[in-house]
């Protein structure tokens, strides 16, 4: 079993640190971890964040989050990745990284000129909207339906946009726990065609479970008609902190197979290879 979300923002960016997450997912049976640190940890970043930060109609709440990131280096980063694969953790080199449409060009530039072994692409931003951020930072008096019928609009792009290996926490827009009255089905079907056209995978995270919305991403309906269209899977705890890695694998795998998943994906220099998911 694999864990394929992991963040070190947490603590230094040293080999000690990562072994630490490496000591808590060998006692919980996982064999492999992907570390994915945030894009905007990068000063390489910093330019696709910009028009989040002085753009008009900029948030107050993104200008402070992100004048406080952009602090390490991608080289050094990936330095230290691979000194802790060197010291014999079986580790893979990812980044979660953000999706912008209009930033395709610059993404792609990023993405190609580092050794990854997998990207994840996110959507946490619904134009100048970090809608995850915080439950008290724009969403009181937004219309909820189309908060959810933005986002989804926003993932179909990063599912075709071939810049991204797997597509992170897939209905994160439900993390504070608004729920949509109207049916996404039409949303979320786009997105699964884009995905089965590009051949990006999707998590199975369990982070969802942490959140107030307490319940995985994705939610058990869309990982059944993703199964129905055969579109992959990875396993994720979006883990923030040693303890979290790995933490409700169980049910992740409960679920997946439910949905009829029988393999999974690992990655190794952004190919992927099947494995049997445990019974
Ligand atoms: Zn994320
Ligand atoms: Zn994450």
Not at 228 to 245: C, L, N, Y
Request: hydrophobic residues 40%; charged residues 25%.
């Amino acid at each position: 079993m694999v864990d394929y979300h992991i963040h070190l923002e947490n603590g230094p960016l040293t080999v000690e640190w990562i072994r630490k997450f490496w000591d808590q997912a060998q006692a919980r049976g996982i064999s492999e971890i992907g570390i994915t640190e945030h894009c905007h940890k990068f000063r390489e970043w910093a330019p696709v964040f910009h028009h989040l930060q002085e753009g008009p109609n900029s948030y107050s709440y993104m200008r402070e989050w992100l004048a406080r990131d952009f602090q390490s280096s991608l080289s050094d980063y990936v330095r230290v990745l691979q000194e802790a694969r060197e010291s014999g953790i079986p580790i893979k080199i990812g980044i979660e990284a953000d999706f912008f449409p209009e930033k395709e060009t610059q993404i792609h530039d990023l993405l190609t000129a580092y050794p990854f072994d997998f990207v994840l692409g996110s959507v946490h931003t619904i134009g100048m909207w970090g809608f995850d951020y915080d439950p008290d930072c724009g969403w009181e008096g937004r219309d909820i339906d189309q908060a959810y019928h933005d986002y989804y609009a926003i993932l179909a792009q990063a599912a075709s946009s071939g810049l991204f290996d797997t597509l992170s926490h897939f209905d994160v827009i439900k993390v504070f726990g608004h729920r949509a009255v109207e049916s996404m089905e039409a949303d979320v079907d786009a997105v699964l065609k884009a995905a089965r056209g590009s051949g990006v995978c999707i998590e199975v995270s369990t982070a969802g479970l942490r959140k107030p919305a307490k319940e995985m991403y994705p939610a058990e309906w869309i990982l059944s008609r993703a199964a129905e269209r055969q579109i992959p899977i990875t396993f994720a705890s979006d883990a923030h902190r040693p303890e979290e890695v790995g933490q409700d694998w169980e049910k992740a795998i409960i679920l997946a197979r439910r949905c009829g998943y029988r393999e999974y994906r690992v990655f190794a220099a952004r190919e992927s290879y099947a494995q049997k998911i445990p019974k």
